[in-house]
C-alpha cells in the first residue's frame, strides 16, 4: 500500500535532554528545599519589557487598523517599506550602504536560520563552530545537509580560523557569540570572507547579539567587511537588541552580488518569501520600525546597559576568584572555566547544591563546550547581585 513518507533525517536528530535536564534537576531541587531561593542565570530569554517607543508605536498601530482610511491588509512579502527603510538608515550609521531590496523582513532569526537552507541543495557541506547555537545543527540535519563541526578553544578565543583543508559550502559565524560570548575581529572575519570567496561558499552571518557590542573596533555586521557582498547573507532579529523574543520581529539582508551557478540569491530569497509566506503583520513592523528612531535607540540601550550592569557584577566576581572567562563585555552571556576542574555537569550540580544558581553547562553546545560553564545576564539585578556574592563565597580564594 502506498504510505506518505516522512522527512527520515528527523531521526538523526539527538534529542536535546539539555534544557529538560535543567529543570528536572533545578525543579527536583526547589522541591526538596523549598525555601531556598533560586538564582536562574540560565535564561536566555529577555526579562525587560517593550520599550515605551515600540509600544507607543504598537497602540497606534492597532488604532490604524480600526479605522478604514489607515487600514492595511497584506502587507509587502518582503517588508514594508516604512520598515525597510529604518534598518536601510540603521545600517547606513555605519557606512554600509544597501538597497531596500536587499533588506527583508522576518518573524526572528531563528525562522530564517532554518528557512534560509532552501536555497541550497542538499548536497553542501554546513559548518558549524562549536560550542554552537543548537539551533544551527538541527536544521542543517533535518535538511540533510553534511555537517562538519569545527571545534573553537579558550586558546583560540573560542573565535577559530579557516583553513584549506576545510570543505564547506555553508559556514555559520555568530558574533557576538552564543553560548561564549566571544566577538570576531576585523581580521579574523576578512579570513574567513576571504577563504569564502576563494572556495565559492556561503558565510550565514548571526548577528542577532551585535546592539551588545560595547569595544569601538568590533564588527557589528559581516557587510562592515571588504569582499562580504559576494559571500554572505546576515540573520539579525530584535529579540535580544530590543526585547521581542515573544513579540517577533526580524530582517535578514541578502546582497544582490551573491550568483552561484547562474542563480541569484535575492532574487530566489524574494521568490520564497512572496511563495511561502504573506509578509509580517503591519502592527509588528510599526513597532519595530520604532526601534531604529532616536527615542527607541535611547530605550533600547537603556535595557541593554541594566544586562551590562549585570555582566559587570558577574565578571567582577569571576575576577575576584581569578576564573578565567570568555565574553560578558559585547555580548550577553559569560562563559566561564569550570573551577576545580569539574566537568560543566558537574559544575551545574554544585552550583545548585552549594549556591542555587542555575546556569547552563557548556557540553550542551557541542562537546568542545566541556569543561566551561555558561552564565546568562538577563536575569534580574537582584539575583544577579546575590549570585555573584555565592560565588566568591565559594571560590574565592584568600
Ligand atoms: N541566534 C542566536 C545565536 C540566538 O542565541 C538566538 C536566540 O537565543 C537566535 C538566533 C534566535 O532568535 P529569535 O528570537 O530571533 O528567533
Given at each position: 500500500?502506498?504510505?506518505?513518507?516522512?522527512?527520515?533525517?528527523?531521526?538523526?536528530?539527538?534529542?536535546?535532554?539539555?534544557?529538560?535536564?535543567?529543570?528536572?534537576?533545578?525543579?527536583?531541587?526547589?522541591?526538596?528545599?523549598?525555601?531556598?531561593?533560586?538564582?536562574?542565570?540560565?535564561?536566555?530569554?529577555?526579562?525587560?519589557?517593550?520599550?515605551?517607543?515600540?509600544?507607543?508605536?504598537?497602540?497606534?498601530?492597532?488604532?490604524?487598523?480600526?479605522?478604514?482610511?489607515?487600514?492595511?491588509?497584506?502587507?509587502?512579502?518582503?517588508?514594508?517599506?516604512?520598515?525597510?527603510?529604518?534598518?536601510?538608515?540603521?545600517?547606513?550609521?555605519?557606512?554600509?550602504?544597501?538597497?531596500?531590496?536587499?533588506?527583508?523582513?522576518?518573524?526572528?532569526?531563528?525562522?530564517?536560520?532554518?528557512?534560509?537552507?532552501?536555497?541550497?541543495?542538499?548536497?553542501?557541506?554546513?559548518?558549524?563552530?562549536?560550542?554552537?547555537?543548537?539551533?544551527?545543527?538541527?536544521?542543517?540535519?533535518?535538511?540533510?545537509?553534511?555537517?562538519?563541526?569545527?571545534?573553537?578553544?579558550?586558546?583560540?578565543?573560542?573565535?577559530?580560523?579557516?583553513?584549506?583543508?576545510?570543505?564547506?559550502?555553508?559556514?555559520?559565524?555568530?558574533?557576538?557569540?552564543?553560548?561564549?560570548?566571544?566577538?570576531?575581529?576585523?581580521?579574523?572575519?576578512?579570513?574567513?570572507?576571504?577563504?569564502?570567496?576563494?572556495?565559492?561558499?556561503?558565510?550565514l552571518f548571526d548577528a542577532a547579539y551585535e546592539a551588545f557590542i560595547e569595544e569601538e573596533n568590533v564588527p557589528h555586521s559581516i557587510f562592515e567587511?571588504?569582499?562580504?557582498?559576494?559571500?554572505?547573507?546576515?540573520?539579525?532579529?530584535?529579540?535580544?537588541?530590543?526585547?521581542?523574543?515573544?513579540?517577533?520581529?526580524?530582517?535578514?539582508?541578502?546582497?544582490?552580488?551573491?550568483?552561484?551557478?547562474?542563480?541569484?540569491?535575492?532574487?530566489?530569497?524574494?521568490?520564497?518569501?512572496?511563495?511561502?509566506?504573506?509578509?509580517?503583520?503591519?502592527?509588528?513592523?510599526?513597532?519595530?520600525?520604532?526601534?531604529?528612531?532616536?527615542?527607541?535607540?535611547?530605550?533600547?540601550?537603556?535595557?541593554?546597559?541594566?544586562?551590562?550592569?549585570?555582566?559587570?557584577?558577574?565578571?567582577?566576581?569571576?575576577?575576584?576568584?581569578?576564573?578565567?572567562?570568555?565574553?560578558?563585555?559585547?555580548?550577553?552571556?559569560?562563559?566561564?572555566?569550570?573551577?576545580?576542574?569539574?566537568?560543566?555537569?558537574?559544575?551545574?550540580?554544585?552550583?545548585?547544591?552549594?549556591?542555587?544558581?542555575?546556569?547552563?553547562?557548556?557540553?550542551?553546545?557541542?562537546?568542545?563546550?566541556?569543561?566551561?560553564?555558561?552564565?546568562?545576564?538577563?536575569?534580574?539585578?537582584?539575583?544577579?547581585?546575590?549570585?555573584?556574592?555565592?560565588?566568591?563565597?565559594?571560590?574565592?580564594?584568600?
Amino acid at each position: 500500500m502506498k504510505m506518505l513518507k516522512p522527512n527520515k533525517h528527523y531521526q538523526n536528530l539527538k534529542d536535546s535532554y539539555l534544557f529538560y535536564n535543567i529543570a528536572q534537576k533545578t525543579n527536583a531541587y526547589q522541591a526538596a528545599h523549598p525555601d531556598q531561593k533560586m538564582l536562574r542565570l540560565g535564561i536566555g530569554d529577555v526579562t525587560l519589557p517593550l520599550c515605551d517607543a515600540v509600544i507607543q508605536a504598537l497602540h497606534q498601530a492597532v488604532d490604524d487598523q480600526a479605522n478604514k482610511p489607515t487600514f492595511h491588509g497584506y502587507m509587502p512579502e518582503c517588508g514594508a517599506p516604512f520598515f525597510l527603510e529604518a534598518v536601510q538608515q540603521y545600517y547606513a550609521k555605519r557606512q554600509i550602504n544597501l538597497d531596500t531590496s536587499e533588506i527583508f523582513v522576518s518573524s526572528g532569526a531563528s525562522d530564517e536560520l532554518g528557512d534560509i537552507l532552501d536555497l541550497f541543495a542538499e548536497e553542501n557541506t554546513a559548518l558549524v563552530i562549536e560550542p554552537a547555537y543548537p539551533a544551527y545543527v538541527d536544521a542543517n540535519i533535518m535538511a540533510n545537509h553534511p555537517l562538519i563541526h569545527l571545534n573553537s578553544s579558550q586558546e583560540n578565543g573560542f573565535t577559530p580560523l579557516p583553513d584549506d583543508s576545510l570543505e564547506a559550502d555553508i559556514i555559520y559565524l555568530c558574533s557576538p557569540n552564543n553560548p561564549t560570548g566571544a566577538v570576531f575581529s576585523h581580521e579574523k572575519l576578512k579570513a574567513w570572507v576571504d577563504y569564502a570567496n576563494q572556495h565559492h561558499s556561503l558565510i550565514l552571518f548571526d548577528a542577532a547579539y551585535e546592539a551588545f557590542i560595547e569595544e569601538e573596533n568590533v564588527p557589528h555586521s559581516i557587510f562592515e567587511i571588504e569582499g562580504s557582498r559576494t559571500c554572505a547573507i546576515e540573520i539579525c532579529s530584535l529579540s535580544k537588541t530590543a526585547g521581542f523574543t515573544g513579540t517577533r520581529c526580524g530582517y535578514t539582508i541578502i546582497p544582490k552580488e551573491l550568483n552561484f551557478e547562474g542563480m541569484n540569491l535575492n532574487a530566489m530569497w524574494v521568490r520564497n518569501r512572496t511563495t511561502k509566506t504573506n509578509g509580517i503583520s503591519y502592527i509588528l513592523q510599526r513597532g519595530a520600525a520604532a526601534v531604529f528612531t532616536e527615542e527607541g535607540q535611547r530605550q533600547i540601550k537603556a535595557n541593554i546597559e541594566t544586562y551590562k550592569a549585570n555582566a559587570r557584577t558577574l565578571m567582577a566576581a569571576l575576577d575576584a576568584c581569578g576564573i578565567w572567562y570568555c565574553g560578558g563585555h559585547n555580548a550577553p552571556y559569560i562563559f566561564m572555566r569550570c573551577p576545580n576542574n569539574m566537568t560543566s555537569w558537574e559544575c551545574f550540580d554544585y552550583l545548585l547544591e552549594k549556591a542555587q544558581i542555575i546556569g547552563t553547562p557548556g557540553a550542551g553546545f557541542g562537546q568542545c563546550g566541556e569543561g566551561y560553564f555558561r552564565l546568562s545576564t538577563f536575569g534580574s539585578p537582584e539575583d544577579t547581585r546575590e549570585a555573584a556574592k555565592r560565588l566568591m563565597t565559594l571560590f574565592k580564594k584568600d
